[in-house]
């Protein structure tokens, strides 16, 4: 058949091809666009996610510092579980070195303050704790500032951080959160310090 018109006649013999082309074409930089665009937005959102999960981390002590300082037996316990250890000894500031597998630990009590001690408050401390063995317990934060912070129990029931606060002997670190697995109890025992005037309440 012969065409007048070039035009006409490639339309009549590829146009179904050329439509196809041209719709594939299409298709294709319409899906590298999107791609690159999805992409694009994934890089620029990254970092911001990354950093909100940073921030979450440290909210609440939820990312611990660095615990080589614990037994691995330490690393284990959940909160308010309770482990054995040997208090070697109570230093002239109130800080407990923990003696757990093959670890010396420097340990604070939770919930308490030894800025604002009685005079005699880490003698007694010593007196009471060191070379014996006795339960403790963490929080939700097993380390802060490097030293192990601790729940003392000096047998399963009786928690010798609240004993030391109901004599009046430490105050209360009112920055514990009211979360804390004995903050009532704590609490309770700095009350009734106050109450019966005991230790630095009756100065």
């Not at 950093?51 to 691995?72: Q, W």
């Not at 923990?98 to 005079?119: Q, V, Y």
Request: charged fraction near 25%; include cysteine; charge should be negative.
């Amino acid at each position: 058949m012969y065409y007048d018109n070039k035009f006409r006649f490639y339309i009549q013999q590829y146009g179904t091809q050329i439509i196809v082309g041209i719709i594939c074409l299409v298709i294709i930089v319409s899906g590298l666009f999107v791609y690159f665009k999805i992409n694009g937005k994934t890089q620029n959102i990254s970092p911001i996610t990354n950093a909100s999960n940073a921030e979450s981390n440290n909210e609440g002590n939820i990312t611990p510092e660095d615990d080589t300082i614990l037994s691995e037996e330490l690393k284990k316990l959940q909160i308010g579980q309770k482990a054995t250890v040997k208090v070697a000894t109570v230093d002239d500031q109130g800080v407990l070195v923990l003696l757990s597998g093959d670890k010396r630990i420097k340990a604070k009590m939770i919930g308490t303050d030894i800025s604002r001690e009685m005079p005699d408050t880490i003698y007694s401390i010593d007196q009471d704790l060191a070379g014996k063995y006795v339960n403790i317990a963490f929080d939700e934060s097993k380390i802060a500032n490097g030293y192990a912070m601790v729940y003392i129990y000096t047998d399963e029931s009786n928690l010798y951080n609240a004993k030391l606060l109901k004599e009046g002997k430490l105050i209360f670190d009112s920055s514990i959160s009211k979360k804390a697995v004995e903050y009532n109890s704590l609490a309770e025992s700095q009350a009734y310090a106050k109450q019966t005037l005991a230790g630095v309440w009756g100065d």
